[in-house]
């Protein structure tokens, strides 16, 4: 989820601003378009309505009928084979792992569930519990056969899941096919996930706030967008607070140990997929290492807020 504030502009010009919300991938989507008249927005959202759907019949690991499901129930007993767009999003999964050291991994919904953030946790599960917690977690446990298009998962009782890149992939995938269809401009929100084209109707950039989790109401930076993408990770709704530390539901899926240090990173560049998984991977690794791999993605810029309420922004030119 993102802390991210939209601010449009009303509407006097030839084209209108339609927007319309929705659930889609167990989460809230909006859809917004500048087009000609509502009619045509109609049948553009439904257009994207229907990309978002046709992807998660491919990669949620909740529905029984999908690829990854099939995955899922063969871990440890045989490969199986995929379409090419589902073996190509494991493929980059498995390349932002090896980006973070494995602080990004999209194994670890295999993991234990020892940690509650509801509140209600108030000591440290044992080291041993969290050591056995991730020991079906571990892309280097994923196999790709690039020739016969197959996935196989060499542990027993270990999964997969796209809850992590799926969102920013299928925003990135609404913009594509809009964009594709004629659509001159607009959002594609994914739960926060969100990615850009074009223009206001009135010709003004897409102003996206980035809030303050430590101030309500309070905007940290205003991003004005058009061909961009965005993308928050944070711990900021949910967390267990244990002697006073603060430990985020963004699970280390190396240690087992939540992260801690931030409490938000908003991260905004070209594509929401890898700008999600960069502000996942940086959760878990911290200001330090995280700055150190945002160098590698030259067309990324970060916003990053630490457990103290510390903003630490971009200075790259």
Do not use: C
Request: no cysteine; glycine share 8%; charged share 20%.
């Amino acid at each position: 989820m993102a802390l991210l504030g939209f601010m449009f502009m009303s509407n006097s010009f030839s084209q209108i601003l339609f927007k319309k919300q929705m659930t889609l991938m167990g989460s809230v989507f909006e859809i917004s378009l500048v087009d000609q008249d509502s009619l045509k927005a109609k049948k553009h959202m439904d257009e994207v309505v229907a990309e978002v759907s046709r992807i998660e019949d491919l990669i949620s690991e909740w529905r029984p009928h999908t690829q990854i499901s099939e995955v899922n129930r063969y871990a440890g007993i045989k490969p199986v084979k995929v379409d090419r767009e589902v073996l190509e999003l494991t493929k980059r999964a498995i390349q932002y792992a090896q980006n973070s050291q494995g602080a990004f991994d999209i194994s670890i919904v295999a993991m234990d569930k020892i940690w509650k953030f509801d509140g209600s946790m108030t000591v440290m599960p044992s080291e041993e519990l969290i050591r056995n917690s991730v020991t079906k977690v571990g892309y280097q446990h994923i196999k790709i056969d690039s020739a016969a298009s197959t996935i196989f998962l060499e542990l027993p009782g270990m999964k997969i899941g796209f809850g992590s890149i799926g969102k920013g992939y299928a925003a990135d995938r609404g913009r594509e096919i809009m964009k594709n269809s004629g659509v001159s401009a607009g959002i594609v929100n994914a739960s926060g996930d969100l990615s850009t084209w074009g223009n206001q109707p009135n010709g003004d950039s897409w102003k996206i706030g980035v809030n303050n989790p430590f101030k309500p109401h309070q905007m940290v930076q205003i991003l004005q967008l058009n061909e961009m993408a965005v993308a928050t990770s944070g711990s900021y709704e949910k967390y267990a607070e244990i002697h006073g530390k603060r430990y985020s539901h963004i699970i280390n899926p190396v240690t087992g140990y939540p992260a801690t240090g931030l409490t938000s990173v908003t991260i905004y560049g070209p594509s929401a997929e890898i700008a999600n998984a960069l502000s996942t991977s940086i959760m878990v690794l911290g200001v330090k290492e995280g700055r150190k791999l945002i160098r590698n993605f030259p067309a990324y810029r970060y916003i990053f807020i630490t457990d103290k309420g510390k903003i630490i922004r971009d200075n790259r030119k």
